[in-house]
Each structure stands twice: as structure tokens, then as C-alpha cells.
């Protein structure tokens, strides 16, 4: 089983900065691709970022320039550092890792999601 941690998210006035930190822990082959993604209220989950094994990285436009993903091979950790944050930032963030698993001696690539951390950007 694999288990994804979020930490780092809270109440932050508009132009602040937070950063958000996805450890995945449990029994895996590796760890393919991170990422971020986030659920206003109301609205649909949306992609935030995403990175690679390789730190190749994507981002949605509306974060672009003002978020930036990392990660951590060694300690399986991705990261959101999150600058210049708007009202309309505010949302639930999670954590997604896709990763590589071996299942009665095949490799299947499976979805984990974070529980997800509150992001709330309000004066």
C-alpha cells in the first residue's frame, strides 16, 4: 500500500507565499510522476502542476510564473512553492503520484491521491 502526506497549507493574505510539501511512503518499484492538483468550491478538480522522475514540469496557466513544483527523488517528496497568491487560489490541494508497483510479477503503473490540505488566500 502507498501513502501520500500533505503538509504546509493554511490562511495566507493575497500576494503571500506558502509552500506545500506530498511525501509517499509505502511498498513501490518507483515513482513515475507528481503532482499537484486542487478543488475550489464548486468547482471541478483542476491540475495545478506536475513533474516528472526526470524534473520535467507542467503547469496551468493561471499559476504560471507565480508556482513553482519541485521534487525530491531520494525522500520521494514533490513540492509547491506557491508566490504571489490570489483569492482565487483558494482551494483544496492534492497530491497525486503515479507510481510503479510489481503485482504478481508485473509492473502496473496505479493512481495515489493525498488527502488533501486546505489552501485559503484572504485578507
Known amino acids: 500500500q502507498v501513502q501520500l502526506v500533505e503538509s504546509g497549507g493554511g490562511l495566507v493574505q493575497p500576494g503571500g507565499s506558502l509552500r506545500l510539501s506530498c511525501a509517499a511512503s509505502?511498498?513501490?518499484?518507483?515513482?513515475?510522476?507528481m503532482g499537484w492538483y486542487r478543488q475550489g468550491s464548486g468547482k471541478q478538480r483542476e491540475l495545478v502542476a506536475t513533474i516528472t522522475s526526470g524534473g520535467s514540469t507542467n503547469y496551468a496557466d493561471s499559476v504560471k510564473g507565480r508556482f513553482t513544483i519541485s521534487r525530491d527523488n531520494a525522500k520521494n517528496t514533490v513540492y509547491l512553492q506557491m508566490n504571489s497568491l490570489k483569492p482565487e487560489d483558494t482551494a483544496v490541494y492534492y497530491c497525486n503520484a503515479k507510481i510503479l508497483q510489481v503485482v504478481r510479477g508485473i509492473i502496473n503503473e496505479n493512481d495515489y491521491w493525498g488527502q488533501g490540505t486546505q489552501v485559503t488566500v484572504s485578507s
Open positions: 509505502g511498498s513501490f518499484l518507483s515513482i513515475k510522476a
